[in-house]
């Protein structure tokens, strides 16, 4: 049995020989294979610099055209101003704005009505002929998405809330799941802005319903704060009594068994009925929720709370990348490129036809 131990060593080394043998190779023909696209980048980029090297002229000749051209129609093109404001949507109002928005946009880029956006925006025709389009969309951030993701889970039950993910619910979402939004409008005019700012609103959210709404709503409120001053003068009053009573019972000779006390059914002894701190407790709490309702009076005043207005001026809205001076010259290189290589397939083309023919005679 000792002599079969050296064999059975050497059958094991050239077993690892030929695991690494093909490990090393298989690398190799990955570095090969990585080299040969390397390779095969590097000698494109050399044919398109020797092809574009052989007809620089003609690729100077565009670009130079280009730029010309362009240059001539962005000083033709009128300089377009932009600027937003950002508005609070209440009574669930989004539906109706972004209606209305979407009326006002057609009007002013695609039907080009300046008659018809004048009257809807009161101002005048050439005002209104000056803009350009009117967008909208919500003014959100991630940490309110997150927020609103987390008060909803709280309603779902223990087996939906495991279920339920994060990309489903924001996935749900649509513009008017939200309440706070940016409104651009686009203009010829930079000054045109600050008009906007008396009417802009009521013209996106007339509507009568949600008018009524708002009246009703706000009624309510102030009935509630009317009710909060009747119970505050009553909690005063009684307060005040109370206060009296003290004073009285305070002016008397103490004897034992004797004078006047108010008993609950389960109080102690000589305890008031009703202590004026928790009186003053109740009076407190009723300012906290009259505060309340004035913050909400505030903002149910109107359908749709503007939270900043326009800006006196608009500002430039265009990018270097979207002047035609930086464009034209880019289209007309590819334009020349890509007519070099039509025409060279084409010469490709007929030669390959020529070959066939000599082989076929």
Known sequence: MSKDLPQQSKSEEIDLGQLFNLIGNLFQKLFNFIATIFKGIFNLIIVLLIHVYKRIKWYAIAGILGLVIGFVLDTMEDEVYGANSYIETNFGSA?????????????????????????????????????????????????DRIKMFVNFKKGLDSVN???????????????????????????????????????????????????????????????????????????????????????????????????????????????????????????????????????????TENV???????????????????QMKVRLPVIFFLITFFGFILYGLGKYLDQQDKNLNIKQL
Do not use: C
């Open 95 to 143: 539906h109706q704005v972004y209606e209305n928005l979407k009326y006002l946009h057609q009007l002013a880029y695609v039907d080009k009505d300046s008659v018809e956006l004048a009257r809807k925006l009161n101002i005048s025709v050439k005002d209104a002929a000056s803009i350009r389009g009117i967008y909208m969309k919500p003014d959100i951030d991630e940490n």
């Open 161 to 299: 809330r495991a279920d339920y993910l994060y990309d489903d619910y924001i996935e749900s979402l649509d513009y008017f799941s939200f309440n706070r939004h940016a409104i651009g409008v686009a203009s010829t005019d930079r000054f045109i802005f600050k008009k906007l700012n008396d009417n802009f609103v009521k013209a996106i959210s007339n509507n009568t319903y949600l008018n009524e709404l708002k009246e009703v709503e706000r009624l309510n409120y102030k009935q509630q704060r009317e009710s909060i001053e009747v119970e505050k003068k009553e909690i005063d009053s009684l307060a005040s009594e109370y206060l009296k009573i003290r004073k009285n019972e305070s002016k008397k000779e103490p004897l034992p068994g004797s004078g006047t006390n108010l008993y609950m059914g389960s109080t102690a002894q000589n305890q008031l009925i009703v202590n004026e701190s928790v009186l003053l407790g109740k009076k407190s709490s009723l300012e906290a929720l009259k505060r309340e309702i004035n913050v909400h009076l505030v903002k």
């Open 304 to 322: 749709v709370n503007v939270i900043s207005e326009f800006p006196d001026a608009g500002y430039d809205m265009s990018e270097w990348k979207d």
